[in-house]
């Protein structure tokens, strides 16, 4: 299992998700979101293959990898962006505006007919 | 410390290394060679600065790291090169041709004037 540590930060507007993944290809990154509410990403890591090489060393763990992230309720999933570079991938949801706070409703105070007319 | 894992491997010809430093900056990594004996990789991973940003978790490992790994007798220090790609920096440092086996010398062998001519 390759190791993929992650950092969550919210930022105004926007929940930011930062991956480790180094060596990974564009290709191999898979960004889903799952019963509307779970951010998942999967992916692979692998070691190049050449039978003439012999390793004195293996410390980077290759192999599958998946993370689940739970999403606010206000997570706009129609504006979801992903971008790796530098090995770090960074998936960017926005937030939905908080609605507007409904306005009380004002009713008209008549001046009632009075009987004492 | 940010975590650095490496992978070194022999291929023909060559000391290949590996080391997995997502999010680094070209620029912050160094890449030198100590006492003609030890390839020293250093650098620097960073969080983006962002005061308006609130962190829900903070998985990835930041700060200054530094390997150190020893190079061969055969290892020649003048054909080392470094390319940092998808967060992982590679450093091919070729090794010398082996010496030429030292052919033994013949001695020619002449006839000797025999006395017995």
Redesign the interface.
């Known amino acids: 299992m390759a190791?993929t540590?992650?950092?969550?930060?919210?930022?105004?507007g926007a929940l930011?998700f930062?991956i480790?993944?180094?060596?990974?290809?564009t290709g191999e990154i898979k960004v889903q979101v799952e019963d509307d509410h779970t951010l998942v990403v999967s992916g692979e890591r692998r070691?190049a293959e050449?039978k003439?090489?012999?390793?004195?060393?293996?410390?980077?763990?290759m192999g599958k990898f998946m993370r689940r992230f739970p999403l606010p309720e206000d997570a706009n999933l129609e504006a979801i962006t992903a971008c790796f570079e530098?090995?770090?991938l960074t998936v960017r949801v926005e937030k939905k505006p908080p609605p507007e706070p409904k306005k009380a409703k004002t009713i008209e105070v008549k001046v009632g007919g009075s009987s004492e007319g």
């Open positions: 190791s540590p992650a950092d969550v930060k919210e930022v105004p930011v930062e480790d993944m180094p060596g990974a290809k070691r050449d003439e090489a012999k390793y004195q060393r293996m410390e980077r763990r530098e090995g770090v």
